[in-house]
């Protein structure tokens, strides 16, 4: 029907009754007749098929959307990066599709044109993924029949193999620092390569957690830096993480340096906040931690290396000196065995080089010891 001195078209239908009431689905505005009609019949094929695609959602509005309401489940740097590509990859490729009529072939075209323009394969994937993401969200609420996204993201690009210091290499850095600056990323970076512990679960690390005379520590916070501007506390991602770590007698001793330079500042001589922080008591910026380590790094003529790799050094040593795969992963905290496996598997070769050795001796001296054990068997006729 037309609505009366608007010039615009209106459709209402019926729908199945829901808890045995009516259910009407009226909607107005349409320019025309054949528009409101073709609205219409989507509605109930939608009803008969179990899909309702509203032709009147385009992509961007669906983007946003489905960002709003995945805010409140999302790490803040997850959300700050979908949020990324959302406002500067997909609105401006796709925002002006209407969501039913987003196809694959536009997305495979916008993946062509930025793989020629020598667009990173990393972002490139990163952007589509996101894409794949909030598309399956829409399938899954009835909004969309298909994914049109499925098959368009480009295989993940594999990670570049980390850099990890040696013994030597470690230890030369950690007496750098010691020597040179004996200041709270001494003990910073001490407790790092000591324990494993991540840039973020260091960074969030409060005195209310460490347990000196236990010496352990307990890993209840991590700090997520939004933007490297907005530092945000909140808990480890998985239970793993929430963990106990046994200290050594070196991060001991950094800590213990720690804590007679806080109580020697504060003016009641308490020990209370965060362990590593600026002198206002706020956390320090994973960036200026990252800008020391490299300043410090280059002073040395040390491998080029990120926090993360600190982390990765230490199971590296770990591995090199024998430690059972498994006791690294308890100590890494790591969810399953086949992390620690697939992140470190290259580093043991020489354990299954022995390994493999150990086994044919095994069998070796069971012949042997069977061998001498039988009397020969009697010659034929």
Same mark, same amino acid.
């Given at each position: 029907m037309a609505e009366a001195n608007h010039g615009k078209w209106t459709y209402c239908v019926d729908l199945a009754r829901e808890e045995g009431r009516r259910r009407t689905r009226r909607r107005g505005g349409f320019a025309t007749r054949a528009e409101a009609a073709r609205e219409m019949k989507a509605v109930l094929d939608g009803e008969l098929r179990g899909v309702y695609e509203d032709r009147r959602t385009t992509v961007a509005s669906y983007l946003r959307e489905w960002l709003a309401a995945a805010k409140e489940r999302l790490a803040p740097n997850t959300y700050a990066g979908y949020a990324d590509c959302v406002e500067r990859d997909l609105i401006p490729a796709f925002g002006h599709h209407r969501l039913p009529d987003l196809r694959p072939k536009?997305?495979?075209? /916008? &993946?062509?044109?930025?793989?020629?323009?020598?667009?990173? #394969?990393?972002?490139?994937?990163?952007?589509?993924?996101?894409?794949?993401?909030?598309?399956?969200?829409?399938? #899954?609420?009835?909004?969309?029949r298909y994914n049109p996204a499925k098959h368009s993201v480009p295989p993940k690009p594999r990670a570049a193999e980390r850099t990890c210091w040696t013994p030597d290499e470690a230890a030369a850095f950690l007496r750098h620092n010691?020597?040179?600056?004996?200041?709270?990323?001494?003990?910073?970076?001490?407790?790092?390569?000591?324990?494993?512990?991540? $840039?973020?679960?260091?960074?969030?690390?409060?005195?209310?957690?460490?347990?000196?005379?236990?010496? !352990?520590?307990?890993?209840r916070w991590t700090l997520a830096?939004?933007?490297?501007?907005?530092s945000l506390f909140r808990e480890p991602k998985t239970e793993a993480? $929430?963990? /106990?770590?046994?200290?050594?007698?070196? &991060?001991?001793?950094?800590?213990?340096?720690?804590?007679?330079?806080? &109580?020697?500042?504060?003016?009641?001589? $308490?020990?209370?906040?965060?362990?590593?922080? !600026?002198?206002?008591?706020?956390?320090?910026?994973?960036?200026?931690?990252?800008?020391?380590? #490299?300043? $410090?790094?280059a002073e040395l003529g040390l491998p080029k290396i990120g926090l993360h790799d600190l982390r990765h050094t230490a199971a590296s040593i770990m591995i090199a000196m024998g430690i059972p795969i498994a006791v690294v992963s308890k100590t890494l905290r790591h969810t399953t065995l086949a992390i620690t496996i697939n992140l470190y598997g290259h580093l043991l070769k020489d354990s299954a080089d022995e390994a493999v050795k150990a086994l044919a001796a095994a069998l070796d001296r069971a012949d042997a010891e069977r061998g001498a054990s039988e009397s020969p068997l009697p010659l034929a006729a």
């Open positions: 536009h997305i495979d075209c /916008w &993946v062509a044109a930025q793989q020629d323009a020598g667009r990173g #394969r990393v972002t490139i994937y990163r952007v589509v993924s996101t894409l794949r993401n909030a598309l399956n969200a829409a399938v #899954r609420s009835w909004r969309l010691a020597e040179h600056y004996a200041d709270r990323l001494t003990d910073l970076f001490e407790v790092m390569l000591g324990t494993g512990m991540r $840039r973020g679960e260091v960074l969030a690390l409060h005195w209310s957690d460490v347990h000196l005379m236990d010496r !352990k520590l307990y890993v830096a939004v933007n490297n501007n907005e993480s $929430r963990a /106990w770590i046994s200290l050594s007698p070196r &991060v001991m001793a950094a800590l213990h340096r720690q804590a007679a330079l806080q &109580v020697a500042a504060h003016p009641d001589g $308490r020990l209370e906040g965060l362990v590593f922080a !600026k002198p206002d008591g706020l956390p320090l910026r994973p960036q200026w931690v990252l800008d020391q380590l #490299r300043k $410090r790094t």
